[in-house]
Every structure is written in structure tokens, then in C-alpha cells.
């Protein structure tokens, strides 16, 4: 894709997350991709079933059909998306636990990281922050040992520089550890000042959502309020070398167009 208007045209890496398609079994996820030309995807359930240990695609008797399929189709399996959260102390156990069996299906398939989340603040915030940074740290640890990365989504209560900095600075010597900014996330809180969030976190962002809003509701790209050519521009002009990845919310917002809508309203940007 090419950066259009004012701005010199640069290529991107392009993707897109299940998400806006997640009632699509594998091959069909596969085709979308390369009607497209799109060479990596990020799962967030497959064929209506977001639970990773529950789509038969990643059973271990089927890893290496899978792993074949996204050879065939020349896409790359990217991110693989989970709930695993670590801000509710009564659910950090369950969670490390479903997050290392994600890093497990993560490695057997293919994908490059896994997804999760800080998520809200629960109880005291100084001691959630932490509690969040340990978790993350734990699994970061443990997928040193798989060759997968744990990206944290810049997502809900974790959206702000003093609670994602304790969490970097705790997880930044390690190579398996990165972050997903999620542009629509730091939206309320940074507006047209999100130069400054990049800035900051620029050296742990290794993945990027792309979506648009207007008035707190979603739209197709380029309808709403987000600046997301300048945007990509800005970050590739800083050296940012990861993909950009459509997660059109389809599967929590039913009544929005289908994914096709949104990937070639996103691909009109950059002609």
C-alpha cells in the first residue's frame, strides 16, 4: 500500500485480525488474505470459536495441516490473540496458565506472539500496576523458551504513560516482550497529541491496530476523527518496521459492514 495526498509514498506491512471475520473457518480467513494480497493475519478466532484451545485448526494433531495451509496460501501467521489479562488477583493463576498454553498453540502453529492484555484497574492501583508488570514478566520469561513474543495491548485502563512505563521498565530487557498500540485506545486520552504516546513507547511498539472512530462509535477507515495516514507515516518515518494490522470489531459489533468494507476503504487510503 502507498501513502497518498502530501505525503511521499512509503510501503507498509499489512495485516488484518480475524476479528472483523471470526465466524470464517481457516481456508476461508486464508482466501480473504490473498483476494487481498495481504501477507499476514492475526487470529482472534476461527470458524466462530475465539477460544485458541478450542479451534480444531490448533489441536496438536492438526498443527502441521495448519501449519501447510498458511504456507499454501502464502500468509504468515503474525499474532495470536487472547484474553489473558493480569489485573484481577483472584484470576492471575488461571490466566498465566491459559497464557502459556497461547505461547505453546503460538509455537506449534507458527505465530510470531501472542496477544494480552493489563486490562483495568482493580483494587489499589499502585499494587494492580505491579501485579500486572509481574504477570507479564512471568510469561515474557517463559516464552523465552519458545520463541514467541508476548505483546501487551495498549487497552483499557493500560493506556497511559504511568501505567505502562512500570510495566516496560520491568519487561524491557527481554527480547520476547513488545507492545501492540492500539491507536483508537490512546485516542481519548492523547487526541491529536499522539506524538507523544509514540514517542515515548516507540521503542517496545512492535505491532499496531489500525481502526477509525467518530462521536466514541467505530466507522471505516478514513470516516472518522483518527489521523491514520499521518499516523503511519509518523511511525515509519521513526524507523517502526512492525505491521499494521486492521482489527475491524466485527464479532463484538454485528451491526458493522462486513470486513471486505473496511480492508478496501483502509487500502483507498494509500493509493
Known amino acids: 500500500m502507498k501513502l497518498k495526498s502530501e505525503i511521499t509514498p512509503i510501503s507498509i506491512n499489512r495485516c488484518f485480525s480475524t476479528l472483523g471475520c471470526a465466524d470464517r473457518s ?11 494480497s495481504i501477507p499476514a493475519i492475526e487470529v482472534r478466532g476461527i ?3 475465539l477460544r485458541n484451545e478450542m479451534i480444531p485448526d490448533f489441536a496438536p494433531a492438526n498443527a502441521e495441516n495448519t501449519k501447510r495451509s498458511f504456507e499454501a496460501a502464502g500468509v504468515r501467521p503474525l499474532v495470536l490473540g487472547t484474553s489473558v489479562s ?7 493463576e488461571k490466566n498465566m496458565e491459559e497464557g502459556k498454553r497461547a505461547l505453546e498453540i503460538a509455537e506449534r502453529i507458527g505465530f ?14 499502585k ?5 500486572v508488570a509481574k504477570g507479564i514478566r512471568e ?13 501487551l495491548e495498549v ?15 520491568l519487561c524491557g530487557d527481554f527480547d520476547s516482550f513488545g507492545l501492540i498500540w492500539d491507536i483508537c485506545h490512546t485516542h481519548n486520552v492523547y487526541g491529536k497529541n499522539w506524538q507523544k504516546f509514540y514517542d515515548t513507547f516507540a ?3 512492535r505491532h499496531v491496530h489500525i481502526k477509525d472512530i467518530k462521536a466514541g462509535q467505530l466507522v471505516l477507515p478514513g470516516e472518522g476523527e483518527l489521523e491514520i495516514v499521518r499516523m503511519i507515516h509518523y511511525m515509519n518515518s521513526k524507523g517502526y518496521k512492525g505491521y499494521f494490522s486492521l482489527e475491524w470489531e466485527k464479532h463484538w459489533h454485528k451491526e458493522l459492514p462486513e470486513i471486505e468494507q473496511a480492508i478496501e476503504k483502509l487500502e483507498a487510503l494509500f493509493e
Not at 127 to 131: A, G, I, K, N, Y
Open 203 to 205: 521503542p517496545f511498539i
Open 127 to 131: 499494587e494492580c500496576v505491579s501485579r
Open 139 to 151: 510469561l515474557s520469561l517463559y516464552a523465552e523458551n519458545t520463541g514467541v513474543s508476548v505483546f
Open 47 to 49: 470458524g466462530g470459536e
Open 86 to 92: 493480569f489485573h484481577d488477583i483472584n484470576e492471575y
Open 112 to 125: 510470531s506472539a501472542i496477544r494480552v492484555f493489563g486490562n483495568r484497574i482493580s483494587g489499589d492501583e
Open 26 to 36: 481457516l481456508s476461508e480467513i486464508l482466501a480473504l488474505a490473498k483476494q487481498y
Open 155 to 169: 487497552h483499557g485502563d493500560f493506556n497511559t504513560p504511568d501505567r505502562l512505563l512500570p510495566v516496560t521498565e
